[in-house]
């Protein structure tokens, strides 16, 4: 039986995530910085798996165009294959009820199309990375618009970085929501505050778009609130396979 060997790579604000799937399924990953500087060592992933097996595909959802686009040179002159750019058709993966829909970030498109294929619709889609975003899907499959705040990691840094006498905070679940020291006042004030917020706005979204709407959580963060009762699915690797079901579908 013919194996369809692709690679799939989801390039954020911070992260680039790149992964080989067989047959739909996850073989392998891996996690690399956003930045010029490692578009090479990301090349050479994909290379690697290409000399193994040729690769059938491979599909790039870039939010950071400087990167995306040195991917795609490095990827023809050194493996003869032209990466697909998801960026250049994001616009017909599914109805965008936005005013700009060109504007929409790929990612943010991408997984609004796989919580649609994997969950079913309506859905809210919130991702926990270097921004915090919510997507919300009309039960007809619409991408209906969203809501953007600040990452965690980005609150936390901001909030050690403006206050003087406040220490370095790790990211992590605090063990008492009333803290007793300055350390877990942040961890606490971060954390269930951003639990308020999903909480708030999965509230907000489902006045709209129904009780029925099915929450999926991803994103780099997500893990650490899989447990908080906010999300129906939680699907860390959901931008990865929206990826994969978008080469499917093709």
Sequence with gaps: MNRSRIAVIDIGNTNTDIALFENADVRRRDFLPSSPEYAEQVCRIAEQWHGETPLESILIASVVPAVGDLLVTLAESRMGVQPVMVEDFKTQLLPLKVDRPE???VDRV??????????????????LGTATTFEAISDQGEYLGGAIAPGVKISLEALTQ????LPPGKLEKPRHIIAK???EHMQSGIYYGTCSLMEGMVKRFRNLLGETARVIG???ISQLF???GIFDHHEPLLTLKGLELI????
């Design 103 to 105: 504007t929409v970030g």
């Design 110 to 127: 991408v997984n609004a199309y796989a919580a649609v294929h994997l969950f079913g619709c309506p859905a809210i889609v919130v991702s």
């Design 162 to 165: 403006r206050a003087a006498l």
């Design 181 to 183: 020291n300055t350390l």
């Design 218 to 220: 991803t994103g780099g």
């Design 226 to 228: 899989a447990d908080e």
């Design 247 to 250: 080469h499917r579908r093709r």
